[in-house]
T-cell receptor, first 113, second 112 residues
Framework: GENVEQHPSTLSVQEGDSAVIKCTYS??????FPWYKQELGKRPQLIID?????GEKKDQRIAVTLNKTAKHFSLHITETQPEDSAVYFC????????????FGGGTRVLVKP | DAMVIQNPRYQVTQFGKPVTLSCSQT?????MYWYQQKSSQAPKLLFH???????NEADTPDNFQSRRPNTSFCFLDIRSPGLGDAAMYLC???????????FGNGTRLTVT
């Protein structure tokens, strides 16, 4: 089955700096890669996603890059703000054979004012 | 935008006493998922339905069952909850299994 590794597990940055979270996946058949932000006690919220036919996607301060050959993808948050503090999960989906979304282990991001 | 609704938000049950968690959706999505999330961990898929087709994860304990009587509703039954089953249970939907997941707010289960 699919295995998604996520690093780092915790990340502390100064407000205004950039944050980068990296994920690798094992199943070359995976074709959809979402990123979720989860605040304490709340549900995961989709913040950005990318499909395997695209190498990069940007939405304001958030960007995701995908390297299919190396099977890794990354989340970039620029100009971090205290409200960016949360746990972030990457995930990989196989579109066929079960439609299963596999999550990475999560990264706890703390943005210090 | 409460399109995936889970009830109740908090559930307390006794050790060994059956409990049912419910999920409903107004999105008319084909796929419904149940995830278990323990503190500081990633959501773990228990099972999912693609329409009426049930797909159980290999490592989901037999203690966990699910029912999907129609497109809108899905239930998670825990037949004999143990202390280790205390967790947040998240329901999610997807239009076709290859689209973004929409999560409900979750039910936090406490086992006493």
């Amino acid at each position: 089955g699919e295995n998604v590794e996520q690093h780092p597990s915790t990340l502390s940055v100064q407000e205004g700096d950039s944050a980068v979270i990296k994920c690798t996946y094992s199943d070359s058949a995976s074709n959809y890669f979402p990123w979720y932000k989860q605040e304490l006690g709340k549900r995961p919220q989709l913040i950005i996603d990318i499909r395997s036919n695209v190498g990069e996607k940007k939405d304001q301060r958030i960007a995701v890059t995908l390297n299919k050959t190396a099977k890794h993808f990354s989340l970039h948050i620029t100009e971090t703000q205290p409200e960016d503090s949360a746990v972030y999960f990457c995930a990989a989906l196989r579109g066929a054979a079960g439609n299963k979304l596999t999550f990475g282990g999560g990264t706890r991001v703390l943005v210090k004012p | 935008d409460a399109m995936v609704i889970q009830n109740p938000r908090y559930q307390v049950t006794q050790f060994g006493k059956p409990v049912t968690l419910s999920c409903s959706q107004t999105l008319n999505h084909n796929v419904m998922y149940w995830y278990q999330q323990k503190s500081s961990q990633a959501p773990k898929l228990l099972f999912h339905y693609y329409d009426k087709d049930f797909n159980n994860e290999a490592d989901t304990p037999d203690n966990f069952q699910s029912r999907r009587p129609n497109t809108s509703f899905c239930f998670l039954d825990i037949r004999s909850p143990g202390l280790g089953d205390a967790a947040m249970y998240l329901c999610a939907t997807s239009r076709d299994g290859n689209s973004p997941l929409h999560f409900g707010n979750g039910t936090r289960l406490t086992v006493t």
